[in-house]
């Protein structure tokens, strides 16, 4: 047996006075990811799209991105973005929209500072991310008792677990 103890005095990712909010999640199928976008942005949200299968073309921002599976989509509050399924590739995605996400030194919900790149290799954390996904699509989906607050933790653990992916 290993045991490992936990660290005394948790220093938060976030500023004292927000707690991330889940607004919205959706999980994404080939058959919508071929539908034709229109470029837009959101002056309320940010959003974090997770490519489960296939592969896309997105441009966020000014930059234009080739992405696969695993990838994560950082859309920061106020960035333009749209995305193209690649075909015969049956891109599947998760999408969450998320409110009051409040990092030191960043705008109010933006995840990542304008100069990083929005997309992210999940690589190692892959499993674990989908994991939470699916965790709180599922709750949401079926209207669970206590959804809302089990999403509140999920979702605070997702964006601290993409914070910690180089």
């Known amino acids: 047996m290993t045991q490992y103890f936990v660290k005394k005095g948790i220093q938060s990712?976030?500023?004292s006075d927000?707690?991330?909010e889940l607004l919205y999640i959706s999980k994404v199928d080939g058959t919508h990811?071929?539908?034709?976008?229109?470029?837009?942005?959101?002056?309320?949200?940010m959003e974090i799209i997770y490519i489960k299968e296939g592969s896309g073309s997105h441009i966020i921002g000014d930059r234009h991105y080739h992405t696969k599976k695993g990838d994560i989509l950082i859309y920061n509050k106020g960035v333009?973005?749209?995305e193209f399924a690649v075909p015969d590739t049956n891109m599947s995605t998760f999408c969450c929209?998320?409110?009051?996400?409040?990092l030191p030194g960043l705008?109010?919900?933006?995840?990542?500072?304008?100069?990083?790149?929005?997309?992210?290799?999940?690589?190692?954390y892959a499993a674990h991310i989908e994991s939470l996904l699916e965790m709180?699509?599922?709750?949401i989906s079926e209207e669970k008792s206590g959804a809302e607050e089990i999403c509140s933790y999920l979702l605070r653990t997702l964006i601290t677990l993409i914070m910690q992916i180089p």
């Open 97 to 102: 929209g998320i409110t009051n996400v409040k």
């Open 136 to 139: 709180m699509y599922w709750q």
């Open 80 to 82: 333009l973005h749209d």
């Open 33 to 45: 990811t071929k539908m034709p976008r229109t470029m837009h942005m959101h002056h309320d949200l």
């Open 107 to 124: 705008p109010r919900n933006h995840l990542i500072p304008k100069d990083h790149s929005y997309v992210l290799h999940s690589r190692e």
């Open 13 to 15: 990712s976030f500023e």
């Open 18 to 20: 927000s707690i991330p």
